[in-house]
């Protein structure tokens, strides 16, 4: 039928807009490439999460599938960073004095704040890096920052796999609250990915973003306790004024690392913890998670341009 | 416009442009500072910034109609693939709108697939990525394999796609992204991949996916396969559409065009004015 169609010759040169316009009005045609409403976009965010999952997957074994070793770097990995943070920080520097089990103490802190280190370089590259996907399919664009985050929890929980080892290593016993790490990876998660949302659609813009990021991030670390227990060094430094403490002990990244040595390690007390330390993990990840999707939505149809 | 409720728009592009911008292709003084321009006078003075704008599409305008296949020809880098991407949405557009009915899918899946995973991986991981669900991604598999051949010379698709040859990888690229079905279809130079046998097959597949999809689009610089596919054809050429009409009115014109490019001097183009960039 479609060969029967005789078109008959147009010249080039298009007739006044308002006509065209008119006529897809009238056909009830849509403007491609226009931004989705909120529902809509979650919506079709939530079609695709079999993509989302598979995808993660993949760029997760793609990593090492041409090294010797193969998925073994994937527990290696993690051990080796925090062999050489013990090597430095608590061999060499000494901050382990007065931190009771501090190799778990020391390895939980990494292998948490790798999570969130990971997954907000990955999202700044997860547009500006990938913009080849982005002009050959078509798909809500937050499942690739969202992808990438779902990545480096993958990882992580590999990571976790050997803190377990660790940890019974050096006898930290197996407890019930080993249960609380489980909600507490779930709003990392949540702030983890908001954050990589907000930095992809910036890095989408500005891709010098991936350049700066690791400064920013490494300054984070050290603000963050992953090393050191804050409580410990500020108590050290008496003239330093206590809201300072608190202002350190509630960025989001220390709450999610104080809260993981919580439920995994018995001898770091809840009197350790800032007050409210729940509502302020679930406010962080709230606030980051809802925020950061809002943020990238607003900008999903400009994605692409380069 | 004389409009009949026989022919219905598909895809229409209003007065498009679509521009590219650069960064970081300093205009030779002094890079860093240009750059720091860049960020400071942000959208003002782009030009003196050293951010280079690439106008690859200007002021096109067409219709296209239900049951149509329009081919796409041009000399290379005259916006052929850039319009396409428009069209389907992967590109916003600069100035001028284009209107869809329904979601245009291009054909390809290239970029979603990893040489490190193995093939059967990647047509899982390419239909997942082309919207389609892991049921029917499992209902097609076999139909894909089959389709690619991979596993005539044993089996291939349990190994990692960087060790297929280079027609191979095509081949499986190919079989994936006409595994789904389409309503308004976009091809960019899909039928040059492979050996004779697999050209064939492909081609026949393409003539298949047209009967069901609604509009059919094919960029290619490969003629007989124009004419043997499309009834009618838009000319771009630097970016402006210098014609558009049944394909064998077309491709004449264009073939003279290419055929002596240096002795004759670029024939006044039919377009209106183009647009200053």
Sequence with gaps: MTQALHTPPRTAGAPPGTDLAALAARHGLSVSGARPTLPQYVRQLWARRHFITAFSTAKLTAQYSQAKLGQVWQVLTPLLNAAVYYLIFGKLMGTSRGVPDFVPFLVTGVFVWTFTQSSIMAGTRAISGHLGLVRALHFPRAALPISFCLQQLQQLLFSMAALVVILLCFGVPVAASWLLALPALVLQFAFNAGVSLVVARMGARTPDIAQLMPFLLRTWMYASGVMFSISHIMSRHTDAPSWLTSVLQANPAAVYIDLMRFALIDSFQGSQLPPHVWALAAGWALLAGAGGFIYFWKAEETYGRG | ?277
């Design chain 2, 1 to 277: 416009m004389a409009e009949h409720t026989e022919k219905v728009p598909t895809v229409v592009a209003d007065g498009v442009d679509i521009v590219y911008r650069v960064n970081g292709t300093g205009a030779g003084r002094g890079s860093a500072t240009a750059a720091l321009n860049r960020i400071l006078r942000r959208g003002k003075a782009e030009k003196a910034a050293g951010v280079r704008t690439v106008h690859a599409v200007r002021n096109v305008s067409f219709v296209a109609y239900r049951g149509e296949a329009i081919g796409l020809i041009g000399t290379n880098g005259s916006g052929k693939s850039t319009l396409l991407k428009a069209v389907a949405g992967l590109l916003p557009v600069e100035r001028g709108r284009i209107f869809t009915d329904g979601q245009p899918s291009l054909l390809g899946v290239n970029a979603a697939l990893m040489n490190d995973l193995t093939g059967e991986r990647n047509v899982h991981l390419g239909g997942l990525a082309m919207g389609m669900s892991r049921e029917q991604v499992k209902e097609r598999y076999q139909e894909i394999v089959d389709f690619s051949g991979i596993n005539e010379k044993g089996d291939f698709i349990t190994l990692p796609m960087r060790t297929y040859s280079s027609g191979m990888a095509a081949r499986l690229r190919f079989s994936i992204a006409a595994a789904k079905d389409h309503d308004v279809l976009l091809i960019d130079e899909a039928l040059a991949t492979g050996d004779r046998s697999f050209q064939k097959r492909s081609e026949a597949r393409i003539r298949e996916l047209r009967k069901r999809a609604g509009t059919v689009f094919l960029v290619s610089h490969n003629n007989k396969s124009i004419r043997d596919t499309c009834e009618r054809v838009l000319w771009l050429e630097r970016g402006e559409l210098r014609m558009d009409g049944p394909t064998d009115e077309v491709l004449k014109e264009y073939e003279a065009f290419t055929g002596d490019k240096a002795s004759k001097p670029k024939p006044k183009p039919r377009t209106a004015a183009p647009v200053p960039s």
